[in-house]
C-alpha cells in the first residue's frame, strides 16, 4: 500500500487505542444473508463509490507520530486486498456448508488485521447453506467505531425495496419515559430517593469493579480455567437463530428490554453448559464483561448526521465496560425459565442506572496516560 503525500492526519480516540494494541484486537463480524446467489460483479464500484466515503477511517491505518500517540493517516485503498472469496468443495448440500460457513466464520474471526492497510474487510461466500443461498461478511475493526456507527455504515449501504429514492427509516425508540406527576411533595421524595439510588449504586458498583479486576477472580469454571494465553488458542464460532416475535413475547411478558430478554437467554444458555459440562459449576462465582452503549440516542442517524460536528450521537466508540455477575442456576429453573430473564433485567437495570461504568471509563484513560494503552487492558479486566 502506497501513503499519499501531505495527507491530513486525526487522533486515535482512546477507545480505538484499548481496542487495538498489543494486548487487545477486537473486531466486529456482521453477516448478511441473501435469499437468492450473490453477484459480486458489482462489488468494487459499491465499495469504491458509496463504502470507502462513508468516513475517512475505512481509508485509514493507525500510525505512530513522533510523540509516540497513535493516529489516523489516510492512505490510497487497494479494494483487492480488502475482498475475500473463499473455495469451497462444489456439489455439496446445504447442510454440508453449514459446517464449512461456521468453520469459516471461525478462522475469520482469529485473524488479526494487517497493520499496513485499513482495518476492515469483505468475505463473499456463494455457496448455499441451510439458512440462505449466499453471504456477504463484513469483518471491521472496532477501533473504526462501535455498533451503532458500524451498523450505521452498512445500513447506508442499502437501499429500500419499495422506493429506493427514499432515505431509511426505523421507528424511534423511547429510552427515557416520563412518569406521571403525582404532586410536587412526591417528586421531591421521588427524585431525593433515585438520587440516593445511584448514588449508592454508583459507588457499590465501582469498588466492586475495581475489586474484581485487581484482586478477586472467579471460580474455575468450563468458560473460566484461569490459565495464560487463553485468548491464542482456536475457538468455534456455531450459530443459532430465534424468533424475533417469541423475543417480543418474552419482553413483553417480564416487562423488559430486547436486551435484557437477550441477556438472559446468553446468561441462562451459559449456566445450562456449564452445568453440562460440569456438575455444580451451575453455582459457581462466574463474571461476564458486558459493553454499555453510553449513546443517549432515540431513533436510528443517518452517517451524514453522525458525522456532523454538532451530531447528537457522533461517530465513534460510545461505550462502557460494565463486570456483570452472571445468575446462579437455581435446582428449579427448569420449571420457569423466564425467572432467569427477570434476574437478567433487575441486574441490568441496576447496572444500567449506576454511574459506576463512566468512573471506571475514567480511571482508564487514567492509566493510558501514565502506562499506555495496553496495561489499561489488565485494569479493565
Known amino acids: 500500500m502506497e501513503l499519499k503525500e501531505a495527507e491530513e492526519t486525526e487522533p486515535v480516540s482512546p477507545s480505538g487505542q484499548y481496542l487495538n494494541s498489543s494486548a487487545l484486537s477486537l473486531s466486529v463480524l456482521g453477516v448478511l444473508e441473501s435469499e437468492i446467489p450473490i453477484d459480486d460483479s458489482q462489488c468494487f464500484s459499491l465499495l469504491k463509490d458509496i463504502f470507502l466515503p462513508i468516513n475517512p477511517r475505512f481509508s485509514s491505518i493507525m500510525v505512530v507520530d513522533e510523540n509516540g500517540e497513535k493516529r489516523w493517516k489516510r492512505v490510497e485503498v487497494k479494494l483487492r486486498n480488502h475482498v475475500k472469496v473463499p473455495i469451497f468443495p462444489s456439489g455439496l448440500s446445504p447442510e454440508a456448508y453449514d459446517k464449512y ?41 472496532h477501533s473504526l467505531g462501535d455498533g451503532f456507527s458500524l451498523m450505521g455504515a452498512l445500513l447506508s449501504c442499502l437501499q429500500r425495496a419499495d422506493d429506493p429514492s427514499v432515505p431509511l427509516t426505523f421507528p424511534s425508540v423511547n429510552r427515557f419515559p416520563s412518569n406521571k406527576k403525582d404532586g410536587n411533595n412526591s417528586n421531591i421524595f421521588s427524585n431525593m430517593y433515585k438520587t440516593f439510588c445511584v448514588v449508592s449504586e454508583t459507588v457499590s458498583d ?101 458525522v456532523k460536528p454538532d451530531a447528537k450521537s457522533p461517530w465513534g466508540n460510545y461505550f462502557a465496560f460494565l463486570h456483570v455477575s452472571i445468575p446462579k442456576l437455581a435446582d428449579d429453573w427448569s420449571s420457569n425459565p423466564l425467572d432467569f430473564v427477570v434476574k437478567a433485567r433487575q441486574i441490568m437495570n441496576v447496572k444500567k442506572n449506576s454511574l459506576g461504568a463512566y468512573l471506571t471509563g475514567r480511571l482508564l484513560e487514567i492509566v493510558r496516560k501514565f502506562r499506555g494503552p495496553e496495561q489499561d487492558i489488565s485494569v479493565a479486566r
Open 206 to 306: 465501582f469498588c466492586w469493579s475495581f475489586v474484581k479486576s485487581a484482586w478477586l477472580q472467579d471460580d474455575r469454571t468450563p468458560i473460566y480455567s484461569g490459565d495464560d494465553g487463553i485468548e491464542f488458542r482456536p475457538v468455534s464460532v456455531a450459530t443459532t437463530a430465534f424468533s424475533l416475535d417469541q423475543i417480543k413475547q418474552i419482553k413483553t411478558k417480564v416487562d423488559a428490554t430486547v436486551n435484557d430478554v437477550i441477556a438472559g437467554i446468553i446468561f441462562l444458555g451459559t449456566r445450562l453448559y456449564m452445568q453440562e459440562m460440569r456438575q455444580r459449576s451451575g453455582e459457581a462465582n462466574s463474571t461476564t464483561l458486558v459493553l454499555l452503549n453510553t449513546r443517549a440516542f432515540r431513533s436510528y442517524e443517518s452517517v451524514k448526521d453522525m
Open 101 to 141: 460457513f461456521d468453520d469459516y466464520i471461525s478462522e475469520i474471526g482469529m485473524e488479526l488485521f494487517p497493520q499496513s492497510q485499513p482495518l476492515w474487510e469483505v468475505h463473499i461466500i456463494k455457496y448455499p447453506t441451510s439458512h440462505a443461498a449466499g453471504f456477504l461478511i463484513f469483518k471491521l475493526h
